[in-house]
């Protein structure tokens, strides 16, 4: 099937690499391949008809017929993100895709000659465009404020013209590929170094577009290009940005929201590779490094959105055009029935031959719940980064979730909240990240960029569940050095009714060592799961150390009195975020526990805290110095301690009650614990919790990963011993 | 069927009525009658299931399963709303309720059993209870903190008690109904004759409690008492209840949520006399004002919630129980269709003949789409108080709506709201009403009464969409003299392309009259309906006039300079509401036009004001002087003129574009009209809106109710001529 005509040697991270390009494969064979065209056509020829296909390929149909009735429109390109040529552009690649690939399944001229018009639109201009006029500050493009989008806008349209090429007359494809594709190409890889050869989304996306012409063109030295950099050394390209920038467990260093989007150009390529050059095994790289990475950004989401650690636009979820990809692709290697559930949340999938096969099994019913699990992904090329922890702990995809962000920095999306958390409850996010501050493509806000406020704000530590020392940011707010160090993950359980996870960081702040161990434990005393959180640290001076709580929801107690800022409110600080934040109300210093409640929709809330003697409770809320009003509304509590060197803060997140206005019902609107006590000793924590039924509940941490150690802590004259890291006391 | 034992001739409002009891009624003849049960039995036995039967059918099982299971809990009432006996009490209603009618459905004898025992034991201590120990303020009840909740615990319970009395015992029966029906008949009307007498939903649920007690206890006296009122002159009782609190067009004077909860007592006791006594003819009283209210229940809604105005819990909507009673009987006495997409929307029915009836016609897809539509809801027993008018433009139930609110005070609950709107769009509440200050039974909160704030902000004239006249509320914000005034409607037209509403309010302020004109507009160059406003005013002295509008979404962008107050806030002002504001931006006064663009959800809003010379635009948000975080979070712009004796605000509402963060899709974030002029003269107002295409659309409003007559203004130097109240102009 496949005809050798080109073999090159290389070496590449170690490997010894067989690059086979077969010049002249048959069309299509990008993404879309000849037996797909035939499975696809037979199914209809059958009338074997399948929604998830329809709805596909009936928003192919809409698009290309709109498309058609407007006439070719390929304007000077003038607009930033948002604007009308900028969306004109991106509309027109997507034209191009749908009507190649309609040609093919329907065999209608009108699509062949749609698609052709447009390509040579282009063809006409794009060898003289200069540099986009409204540049980005790096990587500007021609058709595109940056390049990225035009590696995007090449990604899709040598897909269509794939599919129509072997119908071209001899002219036109010439003047196509010498006057459009091969300019694109090389525009994006020799004159665009820089990003072509960085090891990151920017580059995948470089490299897919420019690899994937090369097999459309029937050129090996585009494909070895892209795959193996510009040097042909392998030190940069795809093969080593799949090395790179994914860790062992399929995590992207940047996170989810980028994962989500640095997936489609590895999906894309990988299956342009693996239809044309299937001895590459390119699926079974770093031990399928690549359907891992689909899987972990399924797993990294909640109630169908990502989590929105590092810069996130929070609206992003499953059902994005890149996870619908990965679906297909993963589901038609894998076989995973679980994966059809997110298939059919997505409501559509694409239209190839795995298209065709995922829409089928959902109609056929095959389909099950997505197996979401409690997990580590570790991050780093070699997984020695820190980790992404997952906690879950009931049934169903609305499990309560928490996700423990030990991860390293992320690079420069990447936000200063190491040891911090997220928590979800109840198909909700219930304690908080604020995600990016930007509207995407939203002209009246700086161009849909990234807001000054992203800076100021959202990254900045303070802007997270996580401990600040001193009102700075982690590693004083500098990336580059942040980069350099990670948390190290101690340990790490997942049990039926028991799940922890713990880590300590250093570097963050001078001579500071800061823990977190964050347990989720279901209790049958409690309705839900409660998380239970140690967060301590130590420096070599006396500091303020802040820990916050992001909740979302309405308050609806507080144990003690709060001096509230009803007449006039000035913000908590001056810089690191801290500028940003309303004071509330302050209360009291306390000794012993603090307690506040809030109602989230239609369940309550408490948090108990043991905080350090004297630590003072600040409400805040954003929106100081927001002159522009780019800030999103959000609420906080945060714990502060003055002037000790050593800090211990327990905190307990109990979930309770059902508040329900429209039947008119409310019950276990108040806590079900009256007290909790917090005991240190001997490097281990032990923590009673009353009920206020009399039931008692102890749970011993004793912060030694050794399994076979005995660890003995006594309280209040009883000696209590156990092994493991945490565990739950019976009385004997 | 029925047969005549008592006949007393009663005059009721001037009319002669004939009351026959039946005495002896074939049991149970309340809402579930004999032949319902007959019915139901049939299609059981056919195994004829329909889902929203079915789906009531499973709740009432799993409720009283549970309820046998825990056994016999009747605890001392010592808890207030929300509280542990509130909520047992509460669910004991609807066990006796429940219990009894599967009895009859199943004949099964536990539970028969179970609903005796609850009676019995409700019978053993009923009389000696004193007066709840937490009382409300007025009108305390024995099983509960007010007698309203204890009546219409009796309204369940005598429903039970209908479906198994038959079946009781003599010994039993007599116990129940001599101590406990027949005391709980006399406290709610002999011994509390200050609620029975009063004309509100507290005396309609009590004559509902006590006048289906009078048929089950085969007792005419209280069907009177019921009926009549006390002194059995009709001064009071169901039927004056019947007359004065519902408007010719089925308008309660509270509002929809008060009107949704009133409801249910007029349904049910409406229903106990038809079966009892169809001679009353009680559906086709006052033209068949009580079907007339359901549909206007129904009409007051949007996307399922009800217009949030006056004492309002936002999250109230079309699924609550009281709905679902009123839209089974409306369907099974009008066969209107539409009625069945409503009881879809609920997914569920009643356990009675009517339930059966609507759940076979949404099985068999008899439902339509229902028809809401543009229309006014006058107020007042007569009509004449003012009119709720609601604007509809579009297709299907999230069309445009505009809601107006020209009613009365609307009593106690009532809000100083006149001449405010609420607009909502593509499925969203857009400018908002902020609805009630309170957390429906949450203990902490004031145990989920009323909070303080309620008074202070939600009622007051600053917290809605209308003018504020020298930072204070209308009539003083004194209700009971606001109750003797509304506003005049002047003129509403229902088009396919116009809407219109137009009303005046005097009163309101010393020597003050106040005009509200609200337009929607249909017009081919914008994607949804316009909404145009002119508000003017008029005083003796110079004032302040404040013209708010309060927003749903993100602030994206603002046509003229901001001075923010991004270091410090103080409140807008000290009383009236005003305290409740934090200042948080500025503008400079403006000359002209005003622009102001936010985003909600997935559309674009901009705000094109043309307001009075240096006027001063200020953004507000709540949370001023809240001590205890009472307030939900609400941003607004206000409009504030100074130092004019009258004033005429000009405001377009825009929706455009769309904004898609989850496909990366934006368009049409700005605004598609370059400029809008306003010329008032001679009473009429010429609005010339231009757009960036260079389109221009004129509006005319003449004023003048009066269709005969010709209009002229003068622009420009051209004249233009029209008639009628508002019309848009074409160039000749």
């Known amino acids: 099937m496949k005809r050798l005509r080109a073999l090159l040697v290389a070496i590449c991270a170690g ?17 879309l391949t000849a037996e797909g065209v035939e499975a696809i056509r037979k199914s209809r020829q059958a009338r074997q008809t399948y929604p998830l296909f329809e709805a596909a390929f009936e928003d192919a149909k809409a698009r290309v017929e709109r498309s058609i009735a407007e006439g070719v429109l390929v304007p000077t390109p003038v607009d930033p993100g948002g604007g009308y040529t900028h969306e004109r552009h991106k509309e027109n690649y997507k034209v191009i895709h749908d009507a190649g690939i309609l040609f093919q399944l329907l065999g209608d001229k009108r699509y062949l000659r749609h698609a052709t018009d447009m390509l040579l639109a282009y063809a006409e201009i794009y060898e003289d465009l200069p540099l986009h006029p409204v540049q980005k500050r790096q990587s500007p493009g021609k058709l595109f404020w940056q390049n990225l989008n035009e590696s995007v806008w090449l990604v899709h349209v040598v897909q269509g013209f794939d599919a129509i090429a072997d119908a071209l007359s001899d002219k036109d494809r010439a003047i196509i590929e010498d006057h459009l594709l091969r300019p694109v190409a090389d525009f994006l890889s020799l004159q665009n170094p820089e990003t072509f050869q960085k090891i990151h989304n920017h580059g995948t996306w470089a490299a897919a577009g420019v690899g994937m012409t ?27 940005q799949l090395d790179q920038l994914f860790s062992p467990d399929g995590y992207y260093t940047e996170g989810p929201y980028y994962q989500r989007y640095a997936l489609m150009p590895f999906v894309l390529f990988a299956q342009a590779i693996d239809h044309n050059e299937p001895e590459r095994k390119i699926f079974e790289h770093r031990n399928g490094v690549l359907l891992k990475a689909i899987d972990a950004t399924i797993q990294q989401s909640y109630a169908g959105k990502f989590f929105p650690i590092n810069d996130a636009i929070k609206e992003k979820g499953l059902d994005t055009q890149e996870l619908v990809y990965a679906v297909a692709v993963a589901f ?51 997984g020695d980064q820190g980790a992404l ?60 960029r990234y807001l000054l406020e992203n800076q100021s704000w959202a990254k900045q530590t303070i802007a997270h569940n996580t401990l600040v020392v001193n009102e700075s940011s982690q590693f004083g707010g500098d990336w580059k050095r942040a980069q350099k160090y990670w948390p190290t993950v101690r340990y790490f359980e997942a049990g039926e009714r028991l799940n922890v996870v713990s880590a300590s960081l250093e570097n963050a ?3 500071t060592v800061i823990e977190r161990t964050v347990v989720q434990l279901d209790h049958p005393a409690f309705a839900a799961p409660l998380l239970i959180d140690v967060m301590s640290a130590s420096s070599q001076e006396k500091a303020t150390f802040d820990l916050p709580f992001y909740f979302d929801g309405q308050i609806v107690d507080f144990s003690g009195a709060l001096q509230a800022n009803t007449e006039s409110r000035k913000p ?16 009291q210093p306390t000794n012993g526990l603090l307690r506040f409640s809030w109602l989230n929709a239609r369940r309550f809330y408490t948090l108990h805290a043991v905080a350090p003697e ?25 714990l502060r301690s003055n002037g000790r060197k050593a800090v211990r803060f327990l905190s307990v997140i109990e979930p309770h009650g059902i508040y329900n206005p429209a039947a008119e019902f409310t019950a ?32 011993a941490i004793s912060n030694d990963p050794d399994s076979e150690k005995t660890h003995r802590i006594l309280s209040a004259g009883h000696e209590w011993a156990w092994r493991g890291f945490v565990t739950v006391l019976e009385e004997e």
């Open 572 to 587: 908590l600080g001056q810089a690191h975020g801290y500028q940003h934040l309303w004071v509330e109300a302050t209360g």
């Open 214 to 240: 090369g097999y459309a063109l029937h050129d090996p030295s585009l494909v070895e290009r892209a795959v193996l950099g510009l040097t042909g050394d392998g030190t940069s390209g795809f093969l080593a």
């Open 332 to 382: 038609s290697r894998t076989g995973r029935n679980d994966l059809l559930s997110i298939a059919d949340y997505q409501g559509k999938t694409v239209l190839t031959g795995d298209g065709l096969t995922v829409a089928r099994a959902v109609s056929e019913g095959a389909g099950q719940s997505f197996a979401f699990r409690t997990m580590m992904l570790r991050d780093g090329p070699d």
């Open 15 to 31: 490997t010894m690499l067989f690059i086979m390009v077969d010049a002249k494969a048959a069309r299509p064979s990008l993404i």
């Open 389 to 448: 922890a997952i906690l879950r702990m009931g049934d169903g995809p609305l499990a309560q979730t928490i996700v423990a962000k030990n991860t390293s920095q992320g690079m420069g999306h990447g936000h200063f909240d190491k040891l911090s958390y997220i928590l979800y409850d109840n198909g909700r996010e219930i304690l908080t990240d604020y995600g990016a501050a930007r509207f995407l493509n939203v002209p009246s806000k700086d161009g849909g």
């Open 509 to 511: 702040y001078p001579d």
């Open 614 to 638: 004297k630590t003072k409770p600040v409400f805040v809320r954003t929106g100081a110095n927001d002159p522009d009003f780019n800030l999103r509304d959000q609420q906080g509590l945060i």
């Open 668 to 699: 276990g609107s108040d806590s079900q614990i009256a007290r909790i006590d917090h005991v240190f000793e001997a490097g281990a924590d032990l923590i009673k919790i009353e009920m206020k039924t009399g039931e008692i509940i102890r749970l």
